[in-house]
């Protein structure tokens, strides 16, 4: 018995009706009992696992721009992404997505785990991969990274970003703070 069958659910499913699909994602709409007796309804997307990797190598990483419509900016962030499909695999994706938004290789990777997104309305895991040995491939971007720009930056410049904001995404920020914990348990290459 793993910890989660040991823990009571204190949300009944009644009922559960598909709102929309397409092939990034599903959307549907729980009827739910609560263990106070209140029913309510519960929305929830879902999409396939993804990744995120930090390429790292001689003190630099490196970082992807590009325009997010959902909040209608242009965001640099750590690579990241998943295929439309579920992966037997992570580490294949996180190569995959290496490869198809920086154009590199990576000798070695590193699962640090992984974590959930936003577990309040998204069930999607990320697994946090960090790849070294870094060789140039050619990159292989979708029609969504059209725009990408790649940036290669010192460390510390990247940590600077994180602090000052120039860098928002969560995944980013969840995933450095993951690398940092391991180096701290005295992981290193």
């Known amino acids: 018995m793993n910890r989660d069958d040991k823990i009571a659910k204190s949300i009944t499913t009644l009922s559960s009706r598909e709102v929309y699909r397409n092939k990034w994602m599903r959307v549907r709409e729980d009827e739910i009992l ?12 879902e999409k396939h696992d993804g990744c ?39 580490e294949e ?13 990576a000798a070695k990777m590193v699962n640090l785990g992984f974590m959930w997104i936003a577990y309040g ?14 060789t140039a491939q ?7 990274e059209h725009d990408l720009v790649v940036r290669n930056v010192p460390v510390a410049e990247f940590e600077q970003m994180l602090l000052d904001g120039t860098i928002r995404d969560g995944t980013t920020l969840a995933a450095w703070g993951m690398y940092q914990l391991w180096r701290s348990k005295g992981n290193a290459f």
């Not at 630099?60 to 998943?82: M, S």
């Open 34 to 45: 609560r263990s106070n007796g209140e029913k309510g309804i519960y929305g929830v997307v």
């Open 121 to 134: 309305f998204l069930r999607q895991k990320i697994h946090i991969f960090v790849a070294t040995g870094l």
């Open 52 to 90: 995120v990797i930090l390429p790292i190598e001689d003190g630099r990483i490196w970082l992807v721009e590009q325009y997010r419509y959902t909040i209608e900016q242009r965001a640099l962030e750590l690579p990241q992404g998943g295929w439309e499909m579920e992966i037997d695999d992570p």
């Open 138 to 144: 050619q990159p292989e971007p979708d029609a969504e």
């Open 93 to 105: 994706l996180a190569r995959g997505e290496l490869k198809e938004e920086l154009g590199l290789g």
